[in-house]
Every structure is written in C-alpha cells, then in structure tokens.
Nanobody, 123 residues
Framework: QVQLVESGGGLVQAGGSLTLSCAAS????????MGWFRQAPGMDREFLGG????????QSGDSMKGRVTISGNNGKKMVYVKLNYLKPEDTAVYYC????????????????WGQGTQVTVSS
C-alpha cells in the first residue's frame, strides 16, 4: 500500500533552517504530484508547495513564500522541503502528501498523507 514517511523535524532557533524529507513507497512516483503542507494547532492545513514526478517541476504555495525550497529525487522516491529563515510562528506539524491531480493546493486533492513531523521554532 501507499506509505509516506516524513523525517527531519525538530527544534530549531528562529532564523535557522531545516530540511524535511519524505520517503514514498507503494506509489508510482512519476504518476503523482507530491505536496508539502503544514498545520499549526487550531489552523487549517496550508500548502507550502509541490513536486511533480513526471517532469520534476516545482509548484510554489502562498504559505512561507520565498522561504521554502522543494526538491525531489525520482529514483529514490523522495521529496524534500528546506525551510529557511524560520520564525516561531512556523511552529507546526509538517506533512507530505500525494495527489493524482496535476495542479491545485487544496488538501482535498491529496489522497495520501504521511504521519507528519513536528517543527518547533524557538525565539
């Protein structure tokens, strides 16, 4: 079955950077679009950006605009997000997800989700 596993979360000081990884299995990586989201307590899930496996294109989200770098490795079925210039308000659970829809930022478009990884930014 499809499995997405995030890693790399943790505690980081404000102004720092963190790279999160997502390992996918049970999925044809070139047939899906991978997305990164985050969700803070009491808030909606926000789209950070995506990676399309078929052509290795990157989509940008509005959340954390200019502070996020997304990349992927089709051979390893991995997608990454580097979070830069982190702020305390970036504290959230960060998720990767997979969608067969070629575009769109709504979480409803993504059928498969990882368990999430906690990122905590201290001031």
């Amino acid at each position: 079955q499809v499995q997405l596993v995030e890693s790399g979360g943790g505690l980081v000081q404000a102004g720092g950077s963190l790279t999160l990884s997502c390992a996918a299995s049970g999925i044809n990586f070139t047939m899906v679009r991978m997305g990164w989201f985050r969700q803070a307590p009491g808030m909606d899930r926000e789209f950070l950006g995506g990676y399309t496996g078929s052509d290795a294109t990157i989509q940008s989200g509005d959340s954390m605009k200019g502070r996020v770098t997304i990349s992927g490795n089709n051979g390893k079925k991995m997608v990454y997000v580097k979070l830069n210039y982190l702020k305390p308000e970036d504290t959230a659970v960060y998720y990767c997800a997979a969608s067969t829809a070629p575009f769109g930022s709504s979480p409803n478009l993504f059928a498969y989700w990882g368990q999430g990884t906690q990122v905590t930014v201290s001031s």
